[in-house]
């Protein structure tokens, strides 16, 4: 007999799961762990100084009986309230957490009360137990029950009662039991779906993943995608004509189903919260822990109502499944009456009386299935029989038509196997039904009586847990097979597409290093309170993370805030960085547009405490430099300064409070007319009228930088009135000028009093570039964020920085690489020296450029050795997989793969030292030594890339 291993508690950062509660509860041994058994009497009191408390004269005597909670429920509590003590730091004794781990794994955990407003509450009576007070399992004294065990009770300290009888390990207990329980149900209640949709003959197009997907319910899609694997191969589906309104139950199961998921879900997060909480012992000013959390609370009461509705479902399919009229073999008709409908309000109230409508619904499609599959076959071997022929072929088709799904033939198999073990069974090993008797009061009834046991999924009769195994195997198996798609807002890279990327990425990170820039990293997800607050509306665009115990976390939406959380974590003074990396945000794709919901970012910034405007203009000349070295066409740069857009508000009459939101709007005069962002402003946003209009004086002023600039610098203009205006101006000035000087102001730069750039973040100039003529958006922004480091650390460190856009300059490359290859492609038919120009400006996946290749055979190990050599001298080569390939294959290889060079040799070369070199866009061969094969082979080809 094997040896059940303990689960160990109290390790140095573990993270009990809710499966541990439900373990321990069903009698799996505790162990623990030595290093924390070692932590905690370390931190306890030394034995000396122990004060055992004097309990009153009430709370000594032997309590009187109550209803007590079932041994499976108390043992989930006391294991709750042992994690607790085991992880924190509450001064309680090494020989009190024995004690508990003594009374689970010796089966002794005393009775503790029902209700929950009993007093004594339930925690007391277990802190109480460690006085050897109470009620032992078996009815008796505890204190007898603890002498029989040969356990001494430990006794308590006043500090050590409070913590015991504390905290939310009751609700916490019985929690992680009724999650696990539910998602037991849950994986079951899928299956029961898929088994009596096969009964009705259910049209399941209300199950297909790109309906479901299409109604936005991430649970509901999963639950619909299980529950055709289940029926992956039937022939019992898609075969009913029933009005859909008499199978609402079945047809929106994927949104019950998924409700109970999502349920399931919040209540786990919630639940896991509180099993991996830390007790702390009681103090002056820290109020008691709750025992009962709002949020777990909540979560496990919209689990009640999820696992009532599910219930209720089940049912009424069972009901459903049970007013079919059934033909029998000897042609009587069997009209089967509803039952168990007397259950639903028994499901409402208990969990366990849940899984009830469930196993009828199994119970119910089984039997009903296996009867008239058993009419149908009778029916045709006795047609068999009369014609004296085709008896095994109409056998067989029979069997065919009533072929189940791959999961429900298995579950099927489980509701016979357990209702088999009933004496109600004939010999034949189905449930006896005749044509006289309703199914309902015999098959249906025995059973449910039979199964309940086997899926109850806090019984440890049955193999509920190797049945739900089967079953998902199936699933997952049916996964592999179904065609795969790439996430909404994503997209896959061919080759071609990332030598694009490659040429890209190295033009702009050769920019950045030029101008002394340091590469960094941060990680890809962050705290969410370090994103949160810092994008205004745009905040609701961050995608958070499935919460897995202990830290909030969401993908980051840019890389700027990261790199002040980085600046504010490392002390950082003052540095020069760059960074490309990807982003996320849960926007609607726009993929024509280059909008897309994960994609590369290229910062560049600049951190620390300079002379004004001077990083400033580094960071735009940086920009401008990148985009003209990408050569993607003529673009421009719109700049603005948050402190001019603050003041043209408040002349406008924007209360402050609104700035934010008014900039928000102000935001998408690129994207929408004046007049929609007008409404916007005063229907959405509650702006005056007269504001607004004012609003809209200012924002169409925009032209050439210094022209501009010299207007609103006139002293009649109310811009000029303003300090903070008069300040900002200043500071445009000054950087124009720094421009000019790196001759980069024209022509590419345009004052631009609409560009609002809706981050919360930004503090002075802000900037925006875009292609002229292109429907692609923007493609770089960025601007001043002087105090979004002292969000992090307390101290304001000034930065300055831009952002590429790589995705919408990736597409713009793309396309003029496409137009550039039709256009050579054309050139070439015309003219063989174009077309050798043609094929050596093309995109290459890979760089290689030698092939090496071999006539003949057995000459497979002299390529590798070739391209050894080439490759120790740096020279990118191939040698072909193939053993002995042919020439025409060899060359189309070269051809397809755009390799300049390819070496060609026979025994006959190799026996004169020489190799022969196929230049394939001149169309040349040349036979050279093969001892100067790799100078010959590197002159060549730098000779090459010098023409490019």
Not at 447 to 472: H, M, Y
Not at 703 to 718: I, Y
Not at 897 to 903: A, E, L, R
Request: aromatic content about 6%.
């Amino acid at each position: 007999m094997s040896t059940i291993k303990a689960i160990t508690i109290g390790g140095v950062g573990a993270q009990p799961s809710l499966d541990d509660v439900v373990k321990v509860a069903l009698k799996t041994p505790v162990a623990l762990d030595a290093a924390g058994s070692e932590r905690i009497k370390k931190e306890s009191p030394a034995p000396k100084a122990f004060q055992p408390e004097t309990l009153s004269e009430d709370a000594a005597a032997p309590p009187k009986l109550f209803e007590a909670l079932e041994d499976v429920k108390s043992r989930a509590i006391v294991m709750a309230r042992l994690l607790s003590i085991m992880s924190g730091k509450t001064t309680v004794r090494l020989q009190v957490v024995e004690f508990l781990a003594n009374l689970l794994n010796k089966d002794i955990v005393p009775m503790l009360p029902l209700r929950a407003n009993a007093n004594p509450s339930t925690l007391t009576v277990l802190a109480r137990a460690c006085h050897g007070v109470g009620i032992g399992p078996d009815g008796e004294k505890f204190s007898s029950t603890l002498t029989e065990a040969g356990i001494t009770a430990p006794g308590l300290s006043a500090t050590e009662h409070r913590v015991l009888e504390e905290g939310a390990s009751v609700l916490a207990g019985l929690s992680a039991l009724t999650v696990e329980a539910g998602k037991k149900l849950h994986a079951l209640s899928v299956a029961l779906t898929a088994l009596s949709s096969e009964v009705v003959g259910l049209q399941t197009k209300s199950f297909d993943q790109d309906f479901l997907e299409a109604q936005g319910y991430t649970h509901a899609t999963a639950a619909g995608s299980e529950i055709r694997a289940l029926l992956e191969g039937s022939k019992r589906i898609n075969t009913s004509k029933a009005d859909s309104a008499e199978l609402t139950h079945f047809y929106g199961a994927p949104q019950t189903l998924g409700a109970l998921g999502a349920a399931l879900a919040s209540a786990y997060s919630a639940t896991r919260a509180e099993i991996q909480s830390t007790a702390v012992a009681p103090a002056k000013g820290i109020p008691a822990a709750a025992a009962s959390p709002p949020e777990l609370v909540a979560t496990l009461d919209a689990l009640a109502r999820a696992l009532a509705a599910a219930a209720a479902a089940s049912l009424a399919r069972t009901t459903l499944v049970l007013q079919t009229p059934l033909t029998t073999s000897d042609g009587a008709v069997v009209e089967p009456q509803e039952v168990l409908r007397g259950q639903v309000a028994a499901c409402q109230t208990s969990l366990t009386t849940q899984v009830l409508p469930m196993v009828a619904s199994a119970a119910a499609s089984a039997v009903y299935r296996r009867k008239e599959e058993a009419a149908v076959a009778a029916a045709a071997a006795a047609e068999g029989k009369a014609k004296n022929k085709g008896k095994d072929r109409k056998a067989a088709a029979a069997a065919a038509a009533f072929a189940l799904g791959k999961g429900t033939t298995i579950l099927r198999q489980v509701v016979e196997k357990a209702a088999a073990t009933n004496p109600s069974v004939g010999a034949n090993g189905m449930l006896a039904v005749t044509s006289n008797q309703p199914l309902a009061a015999t098959a249906a009834a025995v059973a449910v009586a039979s199964l309940i046991p086997l899926v109850n999924p806090l019984s440890t009769a049955g193999d509920l847990g190797k049945l739900l195994s089967e079953l998902r195997a199936v699933v997952e198996a049916n996964q592999a097979r179904r065609k795969p798609k790439i996430p909404k807002g994503t997209r896959d890279l061919t080759p071609p597409q990332m030598a694009i990327r490659e040429q890209a990425f190295r033009i702009i990170t050769s920019v950045f290093k030029r101008h002394g820039a340091v590469s960094i990293d941060t990680p890809v997800f962050e705290l969410r309170e370090t994103l949160m607050g810092k994008y205004g509306e745009d905040s609701k665009l961050i995608y958070d993370l499935a919460d897995q115990g202990g830290e909030v976390l969401s993908l980051r939406y840019d890389l700027t805030v990261p790199f002040a959380r980085y600046v504010a974590v490392h002390g950082t003074t003052n540095i020069r960085r760059f960074h490309i990396g990807k982003v996320y945000r849960r926007d609607q794709p726009q993929m024509n547009r280059g909008r897309f919901r994960e994609f590369y970012q290229c910062d560049f910034d600049v951190a620390g405490a300079y002379s004004a405007m001077v990083p400033d203009a580094e960071v735009l000349k940086v920009l401008v430099e990148i985009l003209s070295d990408l050569k993607l066409g003529p673009f421009e740069v719109k700049i603005n300064h948050r402190k001019l857009l603050d003041a043209m508000l408040a002349i406008a009459g924007v209360p402050a409070a609104k700035f934010r939101p008014i900039c928000s709007a102000i935001d998408k005069l690129d994207k929408e007319p004046w007049e929609a962002v007008r409404a916007e402003m005063v229907e959405e946003k509650g702006l005056a009228p007269e504001a607004a209009d004012k609003i809209g004086e200012f924002v169409v002023l925009r032209g050439n930088p210094m022209a501009l600039l010299e207007t609103l610098e006139k002293e009649d203009h109310p811009l000029n009135a303003h300090p903070d205006a008069r300040a900002a101006l200043a500071d445009l000035r000054l950087l124009f000028g720094f421009l000019s000087s790196m001759k980069a102001l024209e022509p590419h730069f345009v004052f631009d009093l609409s560009l609002a750039r809706g981050l919360d973040y930004y503090t002075g100039i802000i900037y925006e570039a875009a292609l002229k003529g292109a429907n692609v958006g923007s493609i770089a922004a960025g601007g001043r964020y002087d105090k979004l480091v002292g969000m992090f650390s307390g101290k304001d460190v000034p930065a300055v920085g831009v952002s590429i856009g790589i995705e919408r300059v990736f597409a713009i490359l793309e396309q003029q690489v496409k137009e550039r290859m039709e256009a050579a492609a054309a050139a070439a038919a015309a003219d063989a020296n174009t077309a050798a120009a043609a094929a050596a400006n093309e995109v290459r996946a890979a760089d290689t450029d030698v092939l090496v290749a071999s006539i003949g055979n057995g000459l497979q190990e002299k390529r590798m050795a070739i391209c050894a050599e080439l490759w120790a001298a740096g020279v990118a080569a191939e040698f072909g997989y193939k053993p002995n390939p042919k020439m025409a294959d060899t060359f189309q290889a070269a051809f397809d793969q755009k390799i300049p060079f390819v070496v060609l040799f026979g025994e006959d070369e190799l026996a004169n030292g020489k190799v022969k070199i196929k230049d394939m866009d001149a169309k040349t061969e040349e036979t050279v030594a093969l001892d100067t094969l790799v100078a010959e082979m590197k002159k060549r080809i730098a000779a090459r890339k010098e023409t490019l």
